[in-house]
Nanobody, 117 residues
Framework: QVQLVESGGGLVQAGGSLRLSCAAS????????LGWYRQAPGKQRELVAF???????NYADSVKGRFTISRDNANNMVYLQMDSLKPEDTAVYYC???????????WGQGTQVTVSS
């Protein structure tokens, strides 16, 4: 059973930084992508960034140059370093794992990020 637990959210002023962490357990070899999504009030959940097992990364245009995703595969951790935060980055951030064989998406419980202006 895949379990994802996020931490590191909080309240920060615009221009500040936060680092989100996701501890993954029960990860099978078929899990080939780990990433972060976010959902703001009244909006759909959207991709923020993902990292593949092969080392590739991808970012939403809105966070390119400000956010960095990284992984510690030995400890099954994935991180999201968020710099130059903007009020529009305010959302609940979810850790995500994708199973390449079953097509199943696994989600964490989410962590709130609030950026004040």
């Amino acid at each position: 059973q895949v379990q994802l637990v996020e931490s590191g959210g909080g309240l920060v002023q615009a221009g500040g930084s936060l680092r989100l962490s996701c501890a993954a357990s029960g990860i099978q070899r078929s899990i080939n992508v780990l990433g972060w999504y976010r959902q703001a009030p009244g909006k759909q959940r959207e991709l923020v960034a993902f990292s593949t097992n092969g080392g590739g990364t991808n970012y939403a245009d809105s966070v390119k140059g400000r956010f960095t995703i990284s992984r510690d595969n030995a400890n099954n951790m994935v991180y999201l370093q968020m710099d130059s935060l903007k009020p529009e980055d305010t959302a609940v951030y979810y850790c995500n794992a994708k199973d390449a064989i079953t097509g199943v998406d696994y989600w964490g419980q989410g962590t709130q990020v609030t950026v004040s202006s």
